[in-house]
Structures are given as structure tokens and as C-alpha cells.
């Protein structure tokens, strides 16, 4: 199978959606977008195998994910996701592998009512690289919207993703461990909470890095410092109950890879942000507030600062 002969057969099906505002798809040079009168936002995200998923990783899965990371980002910015480009490098076009990949990617695509829309086939070490294009008919939720008095909130639980990859060999086979694999695997972009949450939130981002690495991002875009209350973080039972609530705290602070998102809500606006984010069914929990002045301060029950906190994880560190 040639590269012409695998786009054909596995990428070009998932680009034959009913969609009007992709005015030329897969199959020219370009992909040809109807553009409308909103705003175009855009992101991209680059997997590499044995750096973001362990290469052993089911296809279907490695598939989901990276199209999920790149909703994680658009979502962040309360955009509504419209458009993949692929990007995929591959040691060989093996037929099977590239039916489940493209499996997995489409059912992150249908998800969120995503078309792919064009890319690029190469041969070379597994890397996939995937760019989405959302629209936005309204001003964008950045980082940088948040002030002091702000309410730090996060949705879902936090360092199922890095317990995942923590997780001891002998533990993998209980049911605890499954469920964060599938977290790690499967996050869920909350595509869905981000837009409803767009009016009455000051800022957002998603916790790609660790809940303190990317607090602090928001925070110094923002202008502010942070105050993020250890005791307060949301922890899923099964993290709690494979490395016990102290380890679960420093995998929620400082693991990267579940994909929640963090809001600065003002505290006027956190009744109707919890009445919405019930609505959707997913869990907000405050975590901290920003404050004036600078840096992320870790506090305790009693509200002293730590000392030593968990940095997130960084890419060339
Ligand atoms: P060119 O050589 O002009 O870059 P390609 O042969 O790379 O063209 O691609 C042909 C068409 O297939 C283009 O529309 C391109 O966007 C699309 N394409 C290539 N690889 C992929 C892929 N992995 N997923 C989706 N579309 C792809
Ligand atoms: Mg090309």
C-alpha cells in the first residue's frame, strides 16, 4: 500500500461528512474552508511515541487522544472544534494498525462534530500530528482574563492521567488501574463546559502540564499570584485507592495529562457556573483563588504554604 493507496482507504472515508462549510476536503493541495464572519481559532498538537504514549498503546486509542488533546486546547479558549488536519508519521503502513487508528480518531472527530479535512503521509519513527480549527462567534476565553478574587475552579478529578503511567505492574490488572488507563488513553475534552461556562468566567486553561504548571500559567498571564489549596483537589476513588490520598494530592498537583480545564470565575458568578456545570453533569470543584501579586503559593488545611511543591512536567527539563 502506497501512501496515495492508505490516505484513499482509511483517511479519506472520515473526511466524507455532510459538512457545508468545508467547501474542498481531502484529495487537492489544500483544504478550501468556508470561512464566515466569526473568528477562526486554531491549535495543533504533536504525539510522539515513547515521549506521550507509551508505544505499546492500542491504535484506536493513540487516535482518540490526540485528536482529544487538541479539543482540550480549543475548548480552553471556548471555541466550538469544526475542522482536523492529520499529520502522521509511520515505520510502515501496516493495514491493520492504520484501520484502528483511524477508528479511534474518528470517534473523537464525531464526538465533537469535527471533519478532517486534509494532512500529511510520511515514513519515519510513529509521531502524529494533529490541528484543529474551531470557530468562535464571540470573544475567546483566554488566559489572560482573571483577576484577584477570583475563585479558581477545576472540572472532573485531576492526576488520573499520571497515575496511570505511575501505576506498579502488579496493580495493572485491577479494576482501579483500568479505569485510569482509560482516563490516560481517553480524556474527555470539555468542549461542552467551556462554552457554557464562557459568560460568566474570567479566564481558562487546560491542565495539560500539571495543575500548579499551568495555575501559574494562567496566573501570570492574568497579572495575578495564586493561592491553591492542597486539601481541596478533586480525586477520582480509584486514584485514592491504588496510591492512598498523600501520593494522589502530589499526582493531581503535578501530573500532566488529564486534559481538565481550570476557570477564574469571579464569586458572584459561581452559583451559575456550579448550576451549569451540574447540568452537564461534571464535576467544578474550587480549588484556589488568584490574589494580587505573583507566583502559585501551595496551601494546607490550615492555609500555610508548602514548601517544595511538585513542578508540572516539562518537555526538555
Ligand atoms: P501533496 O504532495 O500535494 O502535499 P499529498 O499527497 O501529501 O499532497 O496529499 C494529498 C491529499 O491528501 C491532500 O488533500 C492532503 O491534505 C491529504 N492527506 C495526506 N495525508 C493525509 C492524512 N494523513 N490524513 C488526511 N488527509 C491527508
Ligand atoms: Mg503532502
Sequence with gaps: MDEFGLIERYFAPLGEVEADDVLLGIGDDAAVLEA??????????????DVHFPRDTPPEDIGYRVVAVNLSDLAAMAAEPRFATLALTLPAADAGWLERFARGFGEACG??????????TTRGPLTVTVQLIGRLAHAPLTR??????????????????????????????????????????????RVSLAR????????????????????????????????????RLPLS????????????LDLALGGGDDYELVFAIPPAAMGEATSAARELGIPLTTVGTLRPGAGVRLLDRQGRALEGTPAGYRHFA
Design 144 to 189: 489572560g482574563g482573571g483577576a484577584p478574587g477570583d475563585v479558581l475552579a477545576v472540572s472532573g478529578t485531576l492526576g488520573d492521567g499520571a497515575g496511570a503511567l505511575a501505576c506498579a505492574p502488579d496493580k495493572a490488572d485491577t479494576a482501579a488501574a483500568r479505569y485510569l488507563l482509560a482516563r490516560f488513553r481517553r480524556p474527555s475534552a
Design 237 to 248: 476513588e480509584q486514584l485514592v485507592s491504588l496510591f492512598g490520598r498523600e501520593r494522589a
Design 36 to 49: 464566515g464572519d466569526g473568528r477562526l481559532v486554531v491549535a495543533v498538537d504533536t504525539l510522539v511515541a
Design 111 to 120: 464526538e465533537h462534530g469535527v471533519v478532517l479535512v486534509g494532512g500529511d
Design 196 to 231: 457554557a461556562l464562557r459568560a460568566c468566567a474570567h479566564a481558562a486553561i487546560d491542565v495539560s502540564d500539571g495543575l500548579l504548571a499551568d495555575v501559574r500559567h494562567l496566573a501570570g498571564r492574568s497579572g495575578c499570584g495564586a493561592d491553591v489549596e492542597r486539601e
